[in-house]
């Protein structure tokens, strides 16, 4: 499989040990996506410090980020730490906890998409290598069925 990560991403995942091709390109949406079906899925990469300020102060650039994400078959923010520390406001910055988790909460309504909240970083990057694997997989198996 080949993996198209984003030339703006700040700290791309290098996918080691997993049976991928990493490509560089210019992304309209998200991160990280499949070669030909980047219309179809992506997946955005997050750091807790990264989403608390996208929930803050840079929420207007997310929300068209998120709005150019719904377009897609499917998508998902992935964040590099657990929802815990979300709720508990394990992070740096003066925004509420409970309204933090609210916004997440009403994005994944609003934008019809998936926050995934891992673990750690290798968490993030397991789930954004088989997020787009199975959304491979299944329009491969589409495609067959056709043909």
Not at 8 to 28: C, H, K, M, N
Not at 63 to 81: K, M, N, T
Not at 116 to 124: E, H, N, S, V
Request: proline share 3%.
């Amino acid at each position: 499989m080949r993996i198209i990560v984003d030339t703006r991403e700040q700290a791309p995942f290098s996918f080691a040990g997993y049976d991928v091709e990493i490509t560089a390109g210019t992304l309209q949406a998200g991160d990280y996506s499949i070669p030909g079906l980047e219309s179809l899925v992506a997946v955005e990469r997050k750091s807790l410090p990264d989403l608390v300020a996208c929930l803050g102060r840079e929420r207007e650039r997310f929300e068209h980020e998120l709005e150019r994400l719904r377009g897609h078959e499917a998508a998902a923010v992935v964040v590099e730490s657990p929802l815990s520390d979300l709720v508990t406001g394990n992070y740096r910055s003066k925004l509420n906890p409970q309204a933090a988790y609210e916004s997440v909460v009403a994005f994944m309504c609003r934008y019809r998409l998936t926050f995934y909240f891992a673990q750690d970083r290798r968490g993030a990057e397991r789930f954004t290598y088989s997020f787009l694997r199975h959304f491979w997989r299944t329009v491969e198996r589409r495609y067959k069925a056709v043909a």
